[in-house]
T-cell receptor, first 117, second 112 residues
């Protein structure tokens, strides 16, 4: 069985601060995918990144960066120079072979990020 | 914009009624999944359809059922509604089983 833990329920920062959202996962599979999604108040889940278990290189996309560490089963997400528009709920998710043929996503409980002006 | 649409946006039903929620996937996406998201929680997998056949199901009772049509649309049906069925229902589509899923805006269901 898979499990994703996002221990930070809510984070509040002031605009232009850097913020890191933590994600810890559990799976017995050696092949799996990790994801981050953003959910603004409108409700739609916006895909941010997918990373497979064989690629531990950190990734940077503009103000976003991701730190994948298999040794600690963590896939953390950092927003640099945060902006008010970054305010949303962020979900970390896992998809593994043992999910079955559906390869469904197992989500964490989410982190509510509020960026204050 | 993900190209995935859902209808209706909001719905209010009473306990014991039946409801049908609809999803229109991106053209070419042969896989559609449905998720239930209760308030303050992450989405929970309900089931998935691949080429019009159910190929995976989460921990949901049989009163949750679905259909997928050749025109990339799909339905989620819930019978004998219970109060705990109140949630945001999200559909997600993708091509194949290993690519990222694109989510629709959801249907907010309230059961009174």
């Amino acid at each position: 069985a898979q499990k994703v833990t996002q221990a930070q329920t809510e984070i509040s920062v002031v605009e232009k601060e850097d913020v890191t959202l933590d994600c810890v996962y559990e799976t017995r599979d050696t092949t799996y995918y990790l994801f981050w999604y953003k959910q603004p108040p409108s409700g739609e889940l916006v895909f941010l990144i997918r990373r497979n278990s064989f690629d531990e290189q950190n990734e940077i996309s503009g103000r976003y960066s991701w730190n994948f560490q298999k040794s600690t089963s963590s896939f953390n997400f950092t927003i640099t120079a945060s902006q008010v528009v970054d305010s949303a709920v962020y979900f970390c998710a896992l998809s593994a072979i043992s999910s079955g043929s559906a390869r469904q996503l197992t989500f964490g409980s989410g982190t509510q990020l509020t960026v204050l002006p | 914009e993900t190209g995935v649409t859902q209808s209706p946006t909001h719905l209010i039903k009473t306990r014991g009624q039946q409801v049908t929620l609809r999803c229109s996937s991106q053209s070419g996406h042969n896989t559609v999944s449905w998720y239930q998201q209760a308030l303050g929680q992450g989405p929970q997998f309900i089931f998935q359809y691949y080429r019009e056949e159910e190929n995976g199901r989460g921990n949901f009772p049989p009163r949750f059922s679905g259909l997928q049509f050749p025109n990339y649309s799909s339905e989620l049906n819930v019978n004998a509604l219970e109060l705990d069925d109140s949630a945001l229902y999200l559909c997600a589509s993708r091509f194949g089983l290993n690519n990222e899923q694109f989510f629709g805006p959801g249907t907010r269901l309230t059961v009174l």
